[in-house]
């Protein structure tokens, strides 16, 4: 699926129709399908996103250079127009620096990030990465503005 979101025509991918709402970020040069094995195997009990940064996949360019706030304030747009807050974050390497991002600027998330660009398996608990343990952060609401 495709929306128009920061002036970019942006995919992305729903998987499942659970209560919880989990989103899959991909790393810089990836796309969407570096985590679609996990969404696959989390979308039998939630409801998951996956998205194609904008210059990522099948994405379009952003209409100038984007550094990470554009970025964030891209996802957020998305996360607002689908409806998809609260949710969680799974990041790996890029994605991981977006959600760092939302979370400074006051947004909640929940982390899980790959530390060595090994893409995650779906038997591996949310709270592990690939080397090691890696701590939640519980977010109820990446709230507005």
């Known amino acids: 699926m495709n929306m128009q979101i920061s002036g970019v025509d942006m995919h992305y991918e729903l998987y499942g129709n659970g209560e919880t709402r989990v989103v899959l970020l991909h790393g810089w040069g990836c796309s969407g399908d570096l985590m679609k094995s996990v969404g696959e195997h989390l979308a039998k009990d939630m409801t998951v996103l ?3 940064f904008p210059a990522h996949g099948t994405s379009d360019q952003p209409p100038e250079p984007w550094g990470v706030p554009e970025f964030a304030a891209c996802l957020k747009e998305l996360l607002t127009k689908l409806n998809f807050l609260p949710c969680s974050v799974i ?3 890029f994605g991981g620096r977006i959600t760092i991002e939302l979370k400074r600027r006051g947004r909640q998330a929940m982390i899980c990030v790959t ?4 893409e995650p398996t779906p038997g591996q608990r949310l709270t592990m990465t690939n080397r090691g343990a890696m701590p939640l952060i519980p977010v109820p609401d990446m709230g507005a503005g």
Do not use: Q
């Open 115 to 118: 530390d060595d660009g090994d």
């Open 91 to 93: 990041a790996h390497s």
């Open 50 to 52: 996956a998205v194609d």
